[in-house]
């Protein structure tokens, strides 16, 4: 079979690997659709954390069953995602229902090499049911995932204003279950198609340019003064992650969902002040994953939504690296294998 190999940061090479056989406890997947996301990005940039070279990418995947074992109630020829963090199940986290931050995760396309290729095996507690999504529905479930984790670990409650920074994928996901969970959301973004896209496509009442707005003014102006009670960082860059510590209300919860590399700092007295918290949030689990299938089914959100560039696995090398530039417009970009 054809894998697509991230070499070294900044290069990809098509190589031939062969298919997987199936082996006990595993399922193997004819990979369909291969969602690109922040992550992959990072990865051929030379940013992303927790990586190693070389490296096969893609963990948003969608595929179809050709072969597996021990997956009950799964079949032969059915459409299917997969949880892609796979993890032991015995250490702390995983005997805590928190598998999504096992001590010795491996997360597909991060770890260990991921879906960028004709086939893959995955383990088949992993497989998660299509419920008669296409297959562009099913390789955007794990990224809304993300956004949905994020803002169930902030417990976002009815009327809440939850301020969501960085209008990327994961943001723009984390903005549509903030809007489920009936919150009120405001996007802050430095790039204005990407807050105009907010607005005409996911309906959100206010956004603001972190380049060209006052940002405390603008919020103090939006939440009555109050400030938001919820931000969930969606950029992973350290300077908006240390800025966004002042946008917080007093009793508020800041959710790191977004990565990067260095340390965050911040005034002691003006969080402690506040009594805020501060998590973290990373990956997402199961209840996470059908959250997002059952608000697709219901017609809460509509993923299609975000692809706006699409590519078949042949021409990912020649495309891969424009999609790094914002001028070029990619929200999401989609990969097809058939």
Same mark, same amino acid.
């Given at each position: $079979?054809?894998? /697509?190999?991230?070499?070294?940061? &900044?290069?990809?090479?098509?190589?031939?690997?062969?298919? *997987?056989?199936? =082996?006990? &406890?595993?399922? @193997?997947l004819k990979i369909k659709r291969i969602g690109i996301c922040g992550t992959d990005l990072h990865a051929f940039e030379g940013t992303q954390p927790f990586f190693n070279y070389p490296r096969i990418l893609g963990h948003e995947l969608a595929g179809e069953i050709v072969e597996t074992d021990g997956a009950p109630g799964f079949s032969v020829g059915e459409a299917v995602t997969f949880i892609p963090y796979f993890n032991c199940g015995k250490c702390i986290a995983c005997r805590n229902n928190k598998p999504n931050c096992c001590t010795s995760i491996r997360v597909s396309g991060v770890h260990i090499d991921g879906g960028m290729s004709e086939y893959l095996s995955v383990p088949s507690y992993s497989l998660v049911h299509g419920n008669g999504l296409s297959f562009d529905e099913l390789a955007l479930v794990e990224m809304l995932s993300i956004g949905a984790h994020g803002i169930r670990r902030a417990n976002v409650e009815q009327n809440e204003t939850v301020l969501v920074v960085g209008a990327g994928p994961i943001g723009l996901g984390t903005m549509e279950f903030a809007r489920i969970a009936g919150a009120n959301v405001i996007a802050l973004d430095i790039n204005d198609g990407r807050l #105009?896209?907010?607005?005409?496509? /996911? &309906?959100?009442?206010?956004?603001?340019? #972190?380049? =060209?707005?006052?940002?405390?003014?603008? /919020?103090?102006? @939006? =939440?009555? &003064?109050? $400030? *938001?009670?919820? @931000?969930v960082d969606a950029t992973g860059n350290l300077r908006a992650i240390n800025t966004a510590f002042g946008y917080l209300a007093h009793g508020g919860r800041y959710v790191l969902v977004g990565l990067q590399k260095g340390e965050i700092s911040f005034s002691h007295p003006e969080f402690h002040k506040r009594e805020a918290t501060l998590m973290s949030s990373r990956n997402a689990t199961r209840a996470d994953f059908e959250h997002v299938i059952s608000s697709m089914k219901n017609g809460h959100i509509d993923p299609t939504t975000y692809i706006t560039h699409r590519v078949v696995f042949g021409k990912v090398k020649d495309e891969f690296e424009g999609w790094l530039d914002p001028a070029n417009g990619v929200i999401k970009a989609m990969v097809s294998l058939d």
């Amino acid at each position: $079979m054809e894998v /697509l190999v991230c070499t070294t940061p &900044g290069e990809f090479a098509y190589q031939q690997a062969e298919k *997987p056989a199936l =082996t006990p &406890g595993n399922t @193997i997947l004819k990979i369909k659709r291969i969602g690109i996301c922040g992550t992959d990005l990072h990865a051929f940039e030379g940013t992303q954390p927790f990586f190693n070279y070389p490296r096969i990418l893609g963990h948003e995947l969608a595929g179809e069953i050709v072969e597996t074992d021990g997956a009950p109630g799964f079949s032969v020829g059915e459409a299917v995602t997969f949880i892609p963090y796979f993890n032991c199940g015995k250490c702390i986290a995983c005997r805590n229902n928190k598998p999504n931050c096992c001590t010795s995760i491996r997360v597909s396309g991060v770890h260990i090499d991921g879906g960028m290729s004709e086939y893959l095996s995955v383990p088949s507690y992993s497989l998660v049911h299509g419920n008669g999504l296409s297959f562009d529905e099913l390789a955007l479930v794990e990224m809304l995932s993300i956004g949905a984790h994020g803002i169930r670990r902030a417990n976002v409650e009815q009327n809440e204003t939850v301020l969501v920074v960085g209008a990327g994928p994961i943001g723009l996901g984390t903005m549509e279950f903030a809007r489920i969970a009936g919150a009120n959301v405001i996007a802050l973004d430095i790039n204005d198609g990407r807050l #105009a896209f907010c607005r005409e496509k /996911l &309906g959100v009442a206010h956004t603001v340019n #972190a380049l =060209t707005d006052n940002v405390l003014e603008k /919020l103090n102006e @939006i =939440t009555n &003064g109050d $400030m *938001p009670t919820v @931000i969930v960082d969606a950029t992973g860059n350290l300077r908006a992650i240390n800025t966004a510590f002042g946008y917080l209300a007093h009793g508020g919860r800041y959710v790191l969902v977004g990565l990067q590399k260095g340390e965050i700092s911040f005034s002691h007295p003006e969080f402690h002040k506040r009594e805020a918290t501060l998590m973290s949030s990373r990956n997402a689990t199961r209840a996470d994953f059908e959250h997002v299938i059952s608000s697709m089914k219901n017609g809460h959100i509509d993923p299609t939504t975000y692809i706006t560039h699409r590519v078949v696995f042949g021409k990912v090398k020649d495309e891969f690296e424009g999609w790094l530039d914002p001028a070029n417009g990619v929200i999401k970009a989609m990969v097809s294998l058939d």
